[in-house]
């Protein structure tokens, strides 16, 4: 009997019209936990380098977690995994919500895609039913319309169903997969599904999940239920609110923006406006807030409220997830009102709410600078909020400029020419960031913006403090309880951190180990299934890594102790980043955008990235070695790196040097 997982996964190969229920091998299951672990042995496996991200041959990956669906709190998220069109690597987001449960309660692990299907079509899979059935009906369909539109043809309102919307269909770089009370939104993995003709996977799940010890997992989550409470009721003083307490984070449960709307950057990322936070704003988004939010909702078994219910005038309710409550506001110079009412069709359409307004934004700016003219944009109206409005929907459709945009801004920039490139500014491997800008290099949050390979700051950082305490009092205070810090030297680092010693403190070694760990909590996350709100992401978690190796014991008959999850969580990280290796990239690819501070340190940053190579088991291109390979179980990476002369290349780096001389 398998525990925790349920030992099966479904193979639809939907060019055959075929289905199949396949029983996993429970080894991978210890090399590589579940969820994004096990995933990246699939894609390893399965799909080649040269694989298109639009080619029948990639696979479309729906994975539950580990954990997912038992008892554990939180343990809700659905993996998405496949060959980002964007950044044509490995890509993974994931959604929160009901869906990967809802998988798991019918018999399955992870529902796998591959082919494609000649005709429009949505999976519906009830424990042992499975069928691949028409949806020329719903073409064209908004993502959420079609939610509530294939429970009514199915007469099951219980069931959870995953849709795209028309930007998927159409195959929008950043197209977006949505499902109920969440999205998995980076890397388009939305366009990825409409490539292979699918409009919604739809799932209803009626079976039990076993647990290897139920007293004893019980007793665990018991213990993870009283911390919440306890620390909701005892916030972290001297913090901003949506760190000070737990969630994913709650954005939506405050309506004070100073610190975002004066941090964050507006237009297409470039302008931060200090003192824009006045009385007047900050009385017109409270009232905002206030008038469209119905209710705080959660997610499959959590008691955190950190979404939440949006009615804008005159438009259906939606759910609005994250920072997503700001990026079109900022974007197009707007107020908040604006920016809750065009997220509402954005969510329809089915885009990534971080990359779908830097790309309108982007667009403005190169009208503005006369790369592109007023004959790119024909009927398009003059105000800054109909101006979005209008983009969204040439993008979604591919019409006109908006089939150009609709690749994202590196490659319409590409595309355009003519100096667009440099209004592409603010991208990581050609992928729009989180529209962040600030002062001095912070060296912890340059490596992770490096080196992250979800391509999403807001998923890599975390456990650790953003800045440092003002006082040695405030930090011996959040030291002193502080259960979930690996080890006393990381408590010291805190301790020793002072205002005003930034950026060479912390220390270039102490930032790999700082790195490392925060890094570690959210592979686990995504492979057991957990929400970033309940462990990775704020101070002070219910969930760490002190308690993570008896709760995996515990649910899957597993022996897991600190050290074993480490190098567990260490061999799945390091194949995700073989399946990026192999897809060519390379240190020359791991650079924040240039202008995301305003004062910079390259020594002090090739320091780091050197620094954090070696610590990683990396050579300075960024490339895993034999050894490191070979001490995790993965030679069969080493030989394929090995055969394609992936050791005994140029670095890119040299390369690069050699270039600029030229040039």
């Known amino acids: 009997m398998r525990y925790a997982e349920t030992g ?21 299951t210890e090399l590589y936990l579940g969820g994004l672990g096990t995933n990246a042995k699939i894609i390893w496996d399965r799909v080649p380098p040269e694989t298109e991200p639009f080619s029948p041959d990639n696979l479309l990956i729906f994975s539950a977690g580990l954990l997912g669906g038992t008892p554990a709190t939180g343990a809700n998220r659905t993996m998405v995994t496949s060959i980002s069109p964007q950044t044509r690597l490995f890509a993974y987001s994931m959604m929160g919500g009901f869906w990967a449960p809802e998988l798991k309660f019918a018999g399955y692990d992870k529902v796998i895609l591959r082919g494609k299907s000649p005709n429009l079509v949505y999976i519906w899979i009830h424990n042992d039913k499975v069928e691949i059935r028409d949806a020329s009906h719903l073409q064209g369909k908004g993502s959420v319309e079609v939610q509530d539109l294939i429970k009514q043809e199915l007469n099951e309102p219980n069931a959870q169903v995953a849709a795209i919307g028309l930007a998927g269909e159409n195959k929008v770089y950043f197209a977006s997969i949505e499902q109920g009370r969440s999205s998995c939104s980076r890397q388009g993995l939305g366009a990825v599904m409409g490539s292979k003709n699918v409009k919604a996977i739809a799932v209803r799940g009626t079976r039990d999940i076993n647990i290897a010890k139920p007293d004893e997992f019980i007793e665990l989550i018991n213990e993870v239920l009283e911390y919440i409470k306890w620390r909701n009721e005892n916030p972290i003083p001297n913090y901003m ?56 909702i959660s997610c499959f078994n959590c008691p955190m409220k950190c979404g939440a219910t949006i009615s804008p005038p005159g438009q259906p309710t939606y759910m609005m997830k994250c920072f997503t409550k700001l990026t079109y506001t900022m974007a197009a110079f707007a107020n908040l009102e604006f920016g809750l009412g065009i997220a509402q069709s954005a969510t329809e359409y089915g885009v990534d709410g971080y990359s779908a307004p830097q790309v309108m934004a982007f667009a403005l700016e190169l009208l503005e600078a006369g790369i592109l003219t007023d004959h790119d944009f024909p009927g398009m109206p003059p105000d800054s909020e109909g101006r979005f409005h209008w983009l969204l929907d040439r993008i979604v459709r591919r019409e006109g400029i908006g089939d150009i945009l609709a690749d994202g801004t590196y490659w319409a920039a590409e595309k355009i020419g003519n100096g667009a490139h440099e209004y592409a500014h603010n991208n990581i491997k050609k992928h729009e960031q989180l529209p962040l ?11 992770m913006y490096c080196t992250n390979e979800k391509v999403t700051i807001t998923q890599i950082e975390g456990n650790f403090p953003q800045a440092p305490f003002a006082t040695q009092e405030e930090r011996e205070a959040f030291v002193s309880n502080w259960i979930q810090a690996p080890n006393e030297r990381i408590k010291q680092y805190v301790l020793d951190w002072e205002p005003r010693t930034a950026p060479y403190f912390p220390t270039p070694d102490m930032c790999c180990e700082i790195v490392d760990w925060m890094e570690r909590m959210h592979y686990i996350d995504d492979a057991v299934g957990m929400c970033a709100g309940l462990s990775a992401f704020p101070l002070k978690p219910p969930y760490h890594i002190h308690n993570y190796p008896k709760l995996i014991s515990a649910a899957t008959g597993i022996e897991m102790d600190e050290e074993t999850l ?87 780096y040299e390369i690069s040097a050699e270039k600029e001389k030229e040039v």
């Open 566 to 652: 480490i190098q567990t969580t260490k061999r799945y990280r390091n194949l995700v980043r073989a399946n990026n290796i192999i897809r060519g990239m390379r240190r020359i690819d791991e650079v924040p955008p240039e202008d995301h501070w305003k004062k910079r340190f390259p020594e002090l940053e090739k320091e780091l990235l050197d620094k954090y190579y070696k610590y990683k088991g990396w050579n300075n291109d960024g490339v895993p070695t034999k050894e490191t390979l070979h001490d995790l179980g993965l030679d069969y990476v080493a030989e394929e790196f090995e055969k394609r002369g992936i050791y005994s290349e140029t670095p890119s």
């Open 241 to 296: 609110p949506i760190l000070a307490g737990l969630g994913s984070p709650q954005e939506m449960k405050h309506d004070d923006e100073k610190w975002h709307t004066e941090n964050f950057v507006w237009g297409n990322a470039r302008y931060r406006r200090k003192g824009f936070w006045t009385k007047e704003i900050a009385e017109d988004w409270k009232e905002s807030m206030a008038t469209m939010q119905r209710r705080l």
């Open 8 to 28: 099966y996964n479904l193979e639809i190969d939907l060019s055959r019209g075929n289905i199949e229920r396949v029983e996993t091998d429970p080894r991978d």
């Open 437 to 447: 800008k600030l002062s001095m290099l912070d060296p912890i949050y340059y490596l």
